[in-house]
């Protein structure tokens, strides 16, 4: 299936486009950018200079995702959220001259498989976003996010766990939780959690 670009969009033609994929409106994705199979790119987006997205991602209309960002299969980025580069940003050097592209060093946010960006979050480079975690609206995240961790505020804190299909966990007692919507398993240990063999083993048993 090939891919659409709107008339008003701006893709630059080194950039890739995967098969599938949609560019809405004014849209503008920069050089090199690596866009994969059956994404979607909504209005006003902005997609930097080498960032590397994977297939199935949706991004949202006016989110920016600054380069050097990379976006793993399956992530959700919500209206107006916010990717960083530049961990000490100033327009100007020390002795007040304009600062170049070349006078300082871009850092990006990862983000991995299945996670979500609630609208207007911002995402302050260098952080990792770990599996199906997700950042709640409006959050501030300052630093990495575990996997299937639920995070909100300014700065963001972890408030939960959260499944692959995105509900809240519940807290099934001995380092169990469970996911109220499919009743999967997941196992919490050190601080991580991950999805358990018994959600499996019931499956397989029925």
């Known amino acids: 299936m090939p891919y659409r670009i709107q008339e008003s969009a701006q893709v630059d033609p080194t950039a890739s486009v995967g098969d599938g994929s949609a560019v809405w409106e004014l849209a503008q994705i920069r050089e090199r950018a690596v866009l994969g199979e059956s994404c979607v790119v909504g209005r006003g987006a902005y997609i930097g200079t080498g960032v590397r997205i994977g297939d199935n991602v949706k991004i949202q209309n006016y989110a920016l995702v600054y380069e050097p960002a990379t976006l793993a299969d399956g992530v959700f980025v919500g209206p107006a959220a916010v990717f960083t580069n530049d961990h000490n ?58 996997a299937f961790a639920l995070v909100m505020g300014v700065p963001a804190r972890q408030a939960g766990w959260v499944g692959r299909a995105g509900a809240r966990l519940e807290n099934a007692g001995a380092g169990l939780w469970r996911c109220p919507e499919t009743g999967e398993q997941y196992v919490e240990a050190d601080g991580e959690l991950s999805e358990s063999n018994l959600s499996a083993s019931n499956e397989e048993s029925a």
């Open 89 to 146: 940003p100033r327009a100007v050097s020390a002795d007040g001259s304009q600062k170049k592209a070349a006078d300082w060093d871009a850092v990006g946010v990862e983000v991995a498989e299945g996670a979500s960006i609630g609208a207007r979050a911002v995402c302050v480079a260098p952080v990792r976003i770990g599996r199906w975690a997700m950042v709640a609206a409006g959050a501030v995240v300052t630093k990495d996010v575990p």
